[in-house]
């Protein structure tokens, strides 16, 4: 199985911060890499798929890069509504593995 | 209204079993890939099985392999998981999640889940 390990397991940022999360293959999975947000009690969305394809409705602050084992996941400008955990996903093949999440807390 | 709604969840004892339904809305059932999802209390998520739009393929993580089986019913626009022999780690809500393309691929993605519904095995 294909491990994703993400990094910082939690972090603590203002309001209007620049903030990056980095998530890592055991092996290289191209670019088939998706990052999900999940607020607490709430059902896991869909962020961004194919390493940096921006979903619809998704606010222009969220992007994604990499390729290979090494994949980001930047919000610039954090915004109130965005602290929540983030995961990343490799979709490169069965069984689909998620990272352990990253836990944006409110500083 | 585009959505998905799970329902089955409960308590049941180690050894028991459970099958959990999701009833789709809002889009063509038949076309998309269903997946589902568990996540253990104040855990990450794990992906648990997956069926293409025809239900002519189906994958399953080896934690529920042999235990779990996934079906749908496209006339109904329903997806199921039965499971059996469950186990104390099996405890989570487990989300249904519609998949982006019709068979699971390397460009696959879920994006749209539903509420999840709590399964939790305790004697």
């Known amino acids: 199985d294909i491990q994703m390990t993400q990094s910082p397991s939690s972090l603590s940022a203002s309001v209007g911060d620049r903030v990056t999360i980095t998530c890592r293959a055991s092996q290289s999975i191209s670019s088939y890499l998706n990052w999900y947000q999940q607020k607490p009690g709430k059902a896991p969305k869909l962020l961004i798929s194919a390493a940096s394809s921006l979903q619809s409705e998704v606010p222009s602050r969220f992007s994604g890069s990499g390729s290979g084992t090494v994949f980001t996941l930047t919000i610039n400008s954090l915004q109130p509504e965005d602290f929540a955990s983030y995961y990343c996903?490799?979709?490169?093949?069965?069984?689909?593995?998620f990272g352990q999440g990253t836990k944006v807390e409110i500083k | 209204e585009v959505q998905l709604l799970e329902s089955g969840g409960g308590l049941v004892q180690p050894g028991g079993s459970l099958r959990l339904s999701c009833a789709a809305s809002?889009?063509?059932?038949?076309?998309?890939?269903m997946n589902w999802v568990r996540q253990a209390p104040g855990k990450g998520l794990e992906w648990v099985s997956a069926?293409?739009?025809?239900?002519?393929?189906?994958y399953y993580a080896d934690s529920v392999k042999g235990r779990f089986t996934i079906s749908r019913d496209n006339s109904k626009n329903t997806l199921y998981l039965q499971m059996n022999s469950l186990r104390a780690e099996d405890t989570a809500i487990y989300y249904c999640a519609k998949d982006i393309v019709v068979i699971p691929t390397a460009s696959d993605a879920f994006d749209l889940w539903g509420q999840g519904t709590m399964v939790t095995v305790s004697s």
């Open positions: 809002g889009f063509t059932f038949s076309s998309y890939a």
């Open positions: 069926i293409s739009g025809s239900s002519g393929s189906t």
């Open positions: 996903q490799q979709s490169f093949s069965s069984p689909r593995t």
